[in-house]
């Protein structure tokens, strides 16, 4: 049984570039959320996606979009990078007819920007 | 708005002793979910233990059990018997109940916890 997988493990960007991020859901699942955890900090809700559409939305600017796939797989896609962007990205998959279920998630992506 | 607050930033236990991590959160929901995570420094957030703001039973799950204060909107965690396992961050967590699907998490900065031999 295949648990939430994210790629890539870390990431080195510069300052202005655009990066995405890649998630796979836990086999069986068809809800994706995605987080960012800035260092000694607790992690901060993007957005969720479920069939294929934004189905809520933290408090983070427009540069920070997402898709997501009939595969239900999903990519989080940041521009114009700032250096406030460096963080842990985590990606967090539920199923969306159980309801109130708790997330799963995966090891993140570890995001630098210089 | 939630929030949820972990005024321990870090804490240390001898093995095989119990340590309890507090967590406060402050809500006008009445219908919600609370929840303790562990990240080790693998970084994957595993979950450790749910509850349901209506029941009032505590949860437990095996050497993990929760303190659930509805009317104090304080939720610990303690753990028995540590084991050097357990060292890495805790984050609590907070979600308000959906109609369907899953909202979102809301977490505490957390606390880390260091077992010591």
């Known amino acids: 049984d295949a648990g939430v997988t994210q790629s890539p493990t870390h990431l080195i960007k510069t300052r202005g570039q655009q990066v995405t991020l890649r998630c796979s859901p836990k086999?069986?699942?068809?809800?994706v959320s995605w987080y960012q955890q800035a260092l000694g900090q607790g992690p901060q809700f993007i957005f969720q996606?479920?069939?294929?559409?934004?189905?809520q939305r933290g408090n983070f600017p427009d540069r920070f979009s997402g898709h997501q796939y009939p595969n239900y797989s999903s990519e989080l896609n940041v521009n114009a990078l700032l250096l406030g962007d460096s963080a842990l990205y985590l990606c967090?998959?539920?199923?969306?007819?159980?309801?109130?279920?708790?997330?799963?998630f995966g090891d993140g992506t570890r995001l630098s920007i210089l | 708005a939630q929030t949820v607050t972990q005024s321990q930033p870090e804490m240390s236990v001898q093995e095989a002793e119990t340590v309890t991590l507090s967590c406060t959160y402050d809500t006008s929901e009445n219908n919600y979910y609370l929840f303790w995570y562990k990240q080790p420094p693998s970084r994957q957030m595993i979950l450790v233990i749910r509850q349901e703001a209506y029941k009032q039973q505590n949860a437990t799950e095996n050497r993990f059990s929760v303190n659930f204060q509805k009317a104090a909107k304080s939720f610990s965690l303690k753990i028995s018997d540590s084991q050097l396992g357990d060292t890495a961050m805790y984050f609590c967590?907070?979600?308000?109940?959906?109609?369907?699907?899953?909202?979102?998490?809301?977490f505490g900065t957390g606390t880390r916890l260091t077992v010591i031999p």
């Open positions: 086999s069986g699942h068809d809800t």
């Open positions: 967090a998959s539920s199923l969306l007819v159980r309801g109130n279920q708790p997330q799963h």
């Open positions: 967590a907070f979600m308000k109940h959906a109609t369907t699907g899953a909202n979102n998490l809301f």
């Open positions: 996606y479920y069939e294929e559409e934004e189905r």
